[in-house]
């Protein structure tokens, strides 16, 4: 079964540090969750973990069934399983969804042994179609003129196809309707798996209404300051993070 071990993580963004020291066990099967006010540094973490060379990785580790992804390439990371999908995913003009989607799936696969042409149509129509997604998103050039909630969907497209050992899901729920909040989750639900685990960063209980993690995070300044059970995200909801501050003695 997967486990993934972040240990000691501190990294910094143009000489600030922003994660101050991030510890957190991810063993497969098991849904994390991260809430945490704005700027605590949840997409820092997320960044930093998938190797983004704007996030400057200062001490700690973080080991994908006992190999640091921290000291491989971006590249390497991806086929090693880690997948994150984006707060806020790119534009990129010039290059089609579904050329995209091939290149991403071969990335990850050894040289000699992409997928042909036609498993790869014929997966993605059939993951699109489970996403309740039009066809024609296929054809479209990456992310271009897509509405926030279709780039959300597109996102868990490539979640899909990638089949990642440890899926970084940031602000997935954002810019969701109701609808596409259920096929979202409903699609994590799916792809629940002991060889998988999943790291959810969200601010809204709505989304665990539908995805019921394991355990839940608080996120403040760079530490993640209280974990618990899906109660703590009920009481988040139902209380916002003063009590936290007030309990731990933070001072903003
Ligand atoms: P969160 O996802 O928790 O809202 P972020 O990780 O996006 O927080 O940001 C944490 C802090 O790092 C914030 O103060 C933010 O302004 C800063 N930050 C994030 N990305 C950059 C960047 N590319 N350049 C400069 N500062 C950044
Ligand atoms: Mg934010
Ligand atoms: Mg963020």
Known sequence: ATQFVIDGL?????????????????KGGEIHAIMGPNGTGKSTLASALMGHPKYEVTEGTASL???NV???????????????AMQYPSEISGVTNSDFLRSAINARREEGSEISLIKFIRQM??????????????HRYLNEGFSGGEKKRNEILQMKLL????AILDEVDSGLDIDALRIVAGAVNE??????????????????????????????????????????????????YDWIKDELGIVD
Do not use: C, W
Request: no cysteine; net charge negative; glycine share 10%.
């Open 125 to 138: 129509e059939k993951e699109m179609k489970t996403l309740e997604m039009n066809p024609e998103f296929a």
């Open 10 to 26: 501190k990294a910094q963004i143009e000489g600030k540090e922003i994660l101050k020291g991030i510890n957190l066990e991810i």
């Open 191 to 240: 792809m629940r798996s002991d060889d998988r685990g999943f790291l959810i960063i969200t601010h809204y209980q709505r989304l665990l209404d539908y995805i019921t993690p394991d355990f839940v995070h608080v996120m403040m300044q760079g530490r993640i300051v209280k974990s618990g059970g899906p109660e703590l995200a009920h009481r988040l909801e139902k209380d916002g």
């Open 65 to 67: 069934n006992g190999e």
């Open 163 to 166: 089949d990642p050992k440890i």
């Open 70 to 84: 921290l000291e491989m390439g971006v590249d390497e990371r991806a086929r090693a399983g880690m997948f994150l």
